[in-house]
């Protein structure tokens, strides 16, 4: 298996030495072995060769089997015109490689709950597996211009029934591996564009009738992750919705810093990093929770690589180590001290082997 | 001053019962007359009508001062056509008469706190003002259909840079009202509509220099919402960034019933309703919360009749009521006996008058 590590920028760096460590413990402990090889992205890569997502990465990206991500953005590229900041790498990267599920499971560490800013019993249980399009809807749709001399602007929020039909697929196929619980989340009431997802959904759902269907609108959902968390067990929604769906929810549990996300396609290739950015403000420090990015590493190894194993044996070290005490400066502790992300890392390697 | 009442689904009918009753007690109170005149919306017009927006509707509030709205929707209407669906009454109505700002503050009452799906440390303090525009963007935008034989669709967030800079306007003068803090909420590293919006905001800026501006993405602001509801002052939004973060905003306090909206134009011609829906499993019962209808009457006097003190009066009346212990049942309050709709709009009459 052949992986590419980006580490982007910020603490993007410190989380991919982690991600290395871990990977390489995992590996010779299960006997596999890997080539790993670096690239640049992001703000990094416009430093060093003008272009947030150079040539060369989107062409050792194309025969990876995985790619792992530190993060991207910082300041420092704030002020670029929008087709040179470092997001751009990232969006690039996701169409470039057609990553068009984006998988973000949200789910509570018992010993991190009280850092919730939701009530103990609310969020208590939950355990949500949120299922994004990734490559289509109002990111990549044209036009997206100015008109009537800069007066007047259009983006355009464009779906094939196709990009529907294998992301609603993907998400039917999630829900089975979970509770056969199935939330699709549109705005069916106003955009046609959601009436066609809509009409996915409904027709998908004939091919899995062991999965129970829910439609709910966007802004119902936004309140319900508030209010009833614990009442959702796999959401699937556009690209859009998704960004703002799935950053909503990644706070409820207290613990950015420990989520963990993929962005696949149907062949297995996927790419993954951690939920929370580039955290200019500690960066360089050694103080990042290398958690998130650790557990990106796990979710590689069961969905590019169909090793299951791997993956719940680095998921049991994580949660070893929160039941040991480990903890990093993000997690909001009341007694004991924090580590660095390299005595976090190490203390996971431990558990690991 | 001559206003219409359109009560039309589920709760909305008993909901209006209340409003009228306030209205006729302010209004003997502090020596005012006005007319009022009932129209048809949304399901029971589309029962009556064959239309959720009848012409005599459209014709009549054209014609008003300000509009009282209490609810549309319900299941029964849920497998028309979109474009005959209640919801359609409620966009159409505010495209006809130009409501494009759309203002929900959110506050939470002391006594209610304790019903708040966050921690109390988290949600005390707070106190927003959400600004959303409401007749552009996806909303309305055009093209808005199925193309490629059915299997593919577009839908078009349009914006106009006078459509922008009018919310923005108002968003800069509420805020010089309040905290003289603004946040203006985008997706400007994905969107060209969002780099003309903030392009407007930045301008605008320079009109209002005692007004603190700060923009955040959508996504951070989904995220911040939960984590410190108490670091906003005044947010503005598009369209649609604004259905789904006034409704994730809606459930922080704990007390959905007791919030009102205005949707006003710059004449001040506004129309006012609860952010609660139509409610149709409690519909008939008479158990229905008034407090956000009522709340919504004093906003009427305050934005469409620039009567400060006639608002602040319901306003208090309000307060007092839940402080004498008066509640609905959806207020989850734990001692006590829960009041019907009349018996509290009976209360609020008594503290008014
Ligand atoms: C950086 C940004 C373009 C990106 C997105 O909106 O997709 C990010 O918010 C994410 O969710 O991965
Ligand atoms: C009913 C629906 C079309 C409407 C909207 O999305 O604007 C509602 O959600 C609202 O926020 O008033």
Redesign the pocket.
């Known amino acids: 298996k052949h992986i590419i590590l980006l580490p982007g920028d910020g603490v993007g760096k410190e989380i991919m030495a982690s991600a290395k460590h871990v990977l390489n413990a995992t590996a010779s402990e299960f006997g596999h072995s890997f080539t790993l090889q670096q690239q640049a992205i992001g703000g990094s890569a416009i430093d060093q060769y003008d272009t947030p997502l150079p040539e060369a990465t989107i062409k050792a990206c194309g025969e990876a089997d995985a790619i792992l991500l530190g993060a991207v953005g910082g300041e420092k590229w704030d002020s670029l015109p929008a087709a040179k900041r470092p ?1 751009k790498g ?2 690039g990267i996701r169409k470039a490689l057609g990553l068009f599920a984006n998988l973000r499971p949200v789910k509570g560490f018992p010993s991190l709950l009280h850092a919730s800013p939701l009530k103990e019993h609310i969020i208590d249980g939950s355990d949500i597996l949120i299922i994004r399009e990734l490559t289509g809807g109002l990111y990549f749709g044209t036009p997206s211009e100015r008109r009537d001399h800069g007066n007047a602007v259009v983006d355009t929020l464009h779906y094939h029934r196709d990009e529907i039909e294998r992301i609603v697929d993907k998400a039917f196929q999630s829900a089975r591996l979970r509770h056969h619980h199935l939330t699709s989340v549109d705005k069916a009431n106003v955009l046609e564009s959601s009436r066609l997802w809509r009409e996915v959904v409904d027709d998908k759902s004939k091919e899995y009738p062991d999965v129970a269907v829910e439609h709910l609108l966007v802004d119902a959902a936004a309140m319900k992750l508030i209010t009833q968390p614990d009442q959702f067990d796999v959401m699937v929604t556009e690209n859009m919705f998704g ?1 703002i769906l799935s950053d909503e929810a990644s706070v409820l549990t207290g613990s950015l810093g420990m989520l963990p996300s993929a962005s696949v396609r149907s062949d297995g290739v996927g790419l993954y990093e951690p939920v929370h950015g580039s955290a200019p403000d500690i960066a360089g420090k050694g103080v990042a929770n290398p958690l998130g990015m650790i557990l990106s590493v796990a979710l590689m190894f069961r969905h590019s690589f169909q090793m299951e194993t791997e993956a719940a044996a680095i998921e049991r070290a994580v949660h070893e180590c929160l039941a040991q005490g480990y903890y990093t400066a993000d997690l909001d502790m009341k007694d004991g001290e924090s580590v660095s992300t390299g005595q976090m890392t190490e203390a996971v390697v431990e558990n690991l082997t």
Chains 1, 2 share one sequence.
């Open positions: 997001e990232l969006l960004d």
